[in-house]
């Protein structure tokens, strides 16, 4: 059992940049993965990057690529999304969830956060 809590969303201008924390109430297991996914209005929840507890094959969505960042640090059990460049587009709740094998289903992962709130202006 895992309890994570989202931190870090807020309201930024088109062009700015955010980083999202995932605090995890314990420290990940080597064969874990936390990933970051996220739901905007109207929209179904979808995958947004993934690293393995060992901070290895970070794996991104195509709409993603280049402009987000995860890392992990797991001395304080957290694993962090730096977001560049946003887009009216990323506006929505980022979750993160852990799961027991590498995958960007979200059905595989079993603890989620409650989210927090990202909102990209124009």
């Known amino acids: 059992q895992v309890q994570l809590a989202e931190s870090g969303g807020g309201s930024v201008q088109a062009g700015g940049s955010l980083r999202l924390s995932c605090a995890a109430s314990r420290r990940p297991y080597s064969r874990e993965v936390i990933g970051w996914f996220r739901q905007a209005p109207g929209k179904e929840r979808e995958f947004v990057a993934l690293i393995r507890a060992t901070g290895r094959s970070p794996l991104y969505a195509d709409s993603v690529k280049g402009r987000f960042t995860i890392s992990r640090d797991n001395p304080q059990n957290k694993v962090y999304l730096q977001m560049d460049a946003l887009k009216v587009e990323d506006t929505a709740v980022y979750y993160c969830?852990?799961?027991?094998?590498?995958?960007?289903?979200?059905?595989?992962?079993?603890?989620w956060g409650q989210g927090t709130q990202v909102t990209v202006a124009s």
């Open positions: 969830a852990v799961a027991s094998e590498y995958t960007n289903s979200q059905t595989s992962y079993d603890y």
